[in-house]
């Protein structure tokens, strides 16, 4: 009942920035916790950061906190992902993805919708 649509990944040195943009449509997007996943060649997809439906509260693993900052908009029914001070290691395609569960954002296993990825390549 939702559709995700990311856009804004591309090819960046390292040390520069890009902003990832989720465009929601079908369901009222702000009923639904929002995440970033990631999945680079030969390896398992991860979690990189989550937020509350209320945008009250975010979640982010280790390696891209201080770096990444995720944010929605409601009205705009968006999520977003800022990406600053990037990387070699954060090449990968990025995933958004919707969920309906309050705990466990962390799992991939808990999200009901996801769009189909955007690439993002950070060059030395």
């Known amino acids: 009942q939702v559709q995700l649509e990311e856009s804004g990944g591309g090819l960046v040195q390292a040390g520069g920035s890009l902003r990832l943009f989720c465009a929601a449509s079908?369901?009222?997007?702000?009923?639904?916790?929002g995440g970033w996943f990631r999945q680079a060649p030969g390896k398992e997809r991860e979690f990189v950061a989550a937020i509350y439906w209320s945008g009250g509260s975010t979640y982010y693993a280790d390696s891209v906190k201080g770096r990444f900052t995720i944010s929605r908009d409601n009205a705009k029914n968006a999520v977003y992902l800022q990406m600053d001070s990037l990387k070699p290691e954060d090449t990968a395609v990025y995933y958004c993805?919707?969920?309906?569960?309050?705990?466990?954002?962390?799992?991939?296993?808990?999200?009901?919708?996801w769009g189909q990825g955007t690439q993002v390549t950070v060059s030395s």
């Open positions: 079908g369901r009222t997007f702000s009923s639904y916790a």
């Open positions: 993805a919707a969920s309906k569960a309050v705990v466990g954002l962390r799992r991939g296993s808990s999200y009901d919708y």
